[in-house]
């Protein structure tokens, strides 16, 4: 099965996990040791930083996963689908608003069709930033998948990963509600990524979520041991909803 297929059979199924290594993160060990761990987890992707080298490095280590390249710079996505990338992601936004710096819709909008330009045969996965009024996200949301996106990727207020529960929720829930009233306007996948773990990620579903994106709730451990312990968690937790039939539903 070819990765592209297994991307398509994950968000057909609504069970796609994407472990996210970051998009500062440039270091190839910590890189392909995430990459591992993922793969060995059963996750079926993970979100890498726009760099050649990294992006050969991580197929090479993990031929199996899907590996999303993200990057807030179309021309670093363009030459990432040169590189192999197998789907671009605008995205992730955080990077910027670690600077206060916040894409409005029409920068967004621009950026993507720069992408499109450049890279028109590569899926392209845009983040709709959460720190938009959700008028303006679904607005948004609608305009990019007449603009032929591939993927959604919802957000909220990004809150810390936590194992209480009540604290995951906390985090959790403006990114909940996005993703509910997105998923009502739009036909596209939607991967729900910031602040997930163990204990939110089967409300991600119940959102209407077809995937989950994990970043921290799996980087943060000691060692590629412990993160696949982590992802295969995760992995348990989406399986766990989809077995019983619950938030299977469109919203």
Known sequence: MSTLQTLHAALTERRLLKVIAGIENFDRAAVVAIARAAAAGGAQAIDIAADADLIQAVKAAAPQLVVFVSSTEPAKL???????????ELGNFDALYRKDVHPTKVEILNW?????AGAANTPLCVTVSGHLPLAQQLELAMELQAMGVDILQTEGQVGPESEDTFAALSGAISAL???????????????????????????????????????????????????????????????????????????
Request: proline share 2%; net charge positive.
């Open 177 to 251: 509600g996005n993703t509910a009233e997105i998923r009502k306007v739009v036909s596209l996948p939607l991967l729900l990524a910031g602040g997930f773990n163990r204990v939110s990620a089967p409300f991600a579903l119940a959102a209407g979520a077809d995937a989950l994106g994990v970043g921290k709730a799996v980087t943060r451990l000691a060692d590629e041991a412990a993160m696949a312990v982590e992802v295969r968690a995760l992995v348990a937790a989406l399986d766990a909803v989809h077995a019983a039939g619950k938030g299977l539903a469109r919203v």
């Open 78 to 88: 363009v030459e990432a689908a040169a590189a192999g990338a197998d789907v671009l």
């Open 112 to 116: 993507t069709k720069a992408i499109k």
